[in-house]
């Protein structure tokens, strides 16, 4: 019997580490969320515009890394469960090393050659300062994600989580920050945010580091970690077609004001992806105990469900109240509500579709999968600009053609299930599209047809709540029992 109650306290104590991840994760991502709104509100669209390009090198500069923080975060666990402590530490001191030292030499080789352009080219000061804020950004980050990705193994999530949290003071001194750097204190504000990470980090993740390099590991360590990062470069590029459309197709003001569409994209994506990864750890348990695939699709199918229904209230509330948030508080960004609309409807309809792939990931279909992003970044490209030639140089083209190629993504991803895990295609659409459907049709029906904003989410909210209750009504009280 004691070893049965030190099972049952185990298996909540790791319960309630994830929660508390996942809980920091959404509660840092809100107040980010909130201060993007903020600093809108004093940073022109033109100048918020130059913040989204010079991040654009932060983006692809992380990749410097080479996949050594992708394999430690795989590897290190291992390491630490098969209690091989000198390997554990020759490892840590190998990548820790690896990426300070390419980091901080592409950091000075950034600031120099930036100088050196502002004085011959002429270049904007603001970008030549951006380029430099964001290449200092870029060094702290990767320290911080080492210390991160260290820190979840040898110490738990709640560790992890506190510092999440703490590392919120930086947006408490972003909103003074805004009012007197303004475009620079964006960077400012997330480079101090890492600082704080770090400083915490530092006694326990840092401290017994020791810079040394073992070539021969960091060689190794590179290999392994390079299909995990080309999958990752790919969805990286994924998720920056739209910015380059915008700057090759129209200007700089217009990505500044397709930044509230970027908030509307992450804005969709964040709850989904946290439950995603909260659901795939019990997805795994579930089919490695015994490795029955139809379990792990009827697993998938509920949870699938549940992230649907939940993703169909987020959009009901985005859909109405993003407008009136822009209209009343950034009046400056009014031109990109329709492209948010376009991107939260779209994306509704994918963000459900992360549940099934997990089975892929589980089931190990790598090559599925990389194929799977080589074809949504061909997609996202193509369509944007198809989009764009055919019916102008506006924003709204750049978002459907971002909504195209996730929607595909979703019915190649569907296919990709069918075809390893025989799941069930009408199981998947129920559970899938269907919460979606019947929530968002008839709220941008009453949202075009109501004048009253406000009456016309009342009724699409009663839709909601009758509608999903009668179709899920056996599914909700499983949720409600905790089945």
Known sequence: MSE??????????????????????????????????????????????????????????????????????????????????????????????????????????????????????????????????????????????????????????????????????????????????????IFLTSILAMLIGIIFYFRKNILDLELSMDRKLLKSVLISGLPLLVNGLIWTVVNSIDKFAILGFIDTEALGVYGIAQNAFNYMILIPTALSQLFYAKMGKSFGANKDIDELNETSAKYTLYVAIITAFVALLAFFFLPILVENLLPKYINGVMASQILIIGLSFYAPTLMNMNILTILKKNSAIIRNSLMVCLFNAVFSTLYILLFGRYIECVAAGTVTAYLLRAIITTIQIKKYSNGSLRLMFRNSVLPI?????????????????????????????VVNSLLYRREIKGIMRND
């Open 4 to 185: 049965k109650r030190k099972s049952i306290k185990t298996l909540l104590k790791g319960s309630s580490e994830h929660f508390a991840f996942v809980a920091a994760t959404i509660i840092s991502a809100g107040v980010h969320f909130v201060f993007s709104v903020y600093v809108k509100a004093y940073v022109p669209p033109f100048e918020y515009g130059i913040y989204s390009t010079c991040l654009l090198l932060n983006t692809y500069l992380s990749y410097l890394q080479l996949g050594s923080l992708n394999a430690f975060n795989r590897d290190y666990p291992q390491l630490i469960g098969a209690h091989d402590e000198e390997g554990a530490r020759k490892y840590r001191n190998t990548v820790f090393t690896f990426i300070l030292f390419s980091f901080c030499v592409a950091f000075i080789l950034i600031f120099i050659g930036m100088v050196a352009v502002g004085i011959t080219a002429g270049l904007d000061m603001k970008y030549v300062i951006g380029f430099i804020l964001s290449g200092l950004l870029t060094v702290v980050t990767m320290i911080e994600n080492f210390c991160s990705y260290r820190a979840r193994i040898d110490f738990g999530f709640t560790f992890v989580s506190r510092i999440v949290l703490l590392e919120l003071i930086s947006v408490i001194a972003g909103v003074f920050m805004i009012r007197i750097w303004g475009l620079y204190a």
């Open 437 to 465: 459907v019947f929530t968002l049709l008839p709220a941008v029906l009453f949202y075009l047809l109501i004048d009253n904003k406000l009456i016309g989410f009342g009724i699409s909210l009663v839709v909601f709540l």
